[in-house]
């Protein structure tokens, strides 16, 4: 079983910055991917970045030049950067670790953390 908990998110302003943390417990393996997904109100979940050792880092074409994540592997905790913030951005943020086995993929999720950007 894997746990995720997520920390930082809030509100601020256009043009600002903010970080996002997410610690993972349980049975990690920094061959299977983690990072964060977004949903914004009356929309679908969508990627925003996703990094695996070995393979790279995928971003969401909407965030790609802003964001920036990275991963802590001995800590099993991966970050957003998140620059020049936009209203678009505002969804709540979804930390995520996909185990991949030969048999099966299973998706384990954060309890979300609102991100909010306003004037």
């Known amino acids: 079983q894997v746990h995720l908990v997520e920390s930082g998110g809030g509100l601020v302003q256009p043009g600002g910055s903010l970080g996002l943390s997410c610690a993972a417990s349980?049975?990690?393996?920094?061959?299977?991917?983690m990072g964060w997904y977004r949903q914004a109100p009356g929309k679908e979940r969508e990627l925003v970045a996703t990094?695996?050792?070995?393979?790279?880092?995928v971003y969401g074409d909407s965030v790609k030049g802003r964001f920036t994540i990275s991963r802590d592997y001995a800590q099993n905790t991966v970050y957003l950067q998140m620059n020049s913030l936009k209203p678009e951005d505002t969804a709540v943020y979804y930390c995520n670790y996909r185990s991949i086995s030969v048999i099966t993929i299973t998706d384990y999720w954060g309890q979300g953390t609102q991100v909010t950007v306003s004037s």
């Open positions: 349980g049975s990690i393996f920094s061959t299977n991917p």
């Open positions: 990094t695996t050792n070995g393979a790279g880092t």
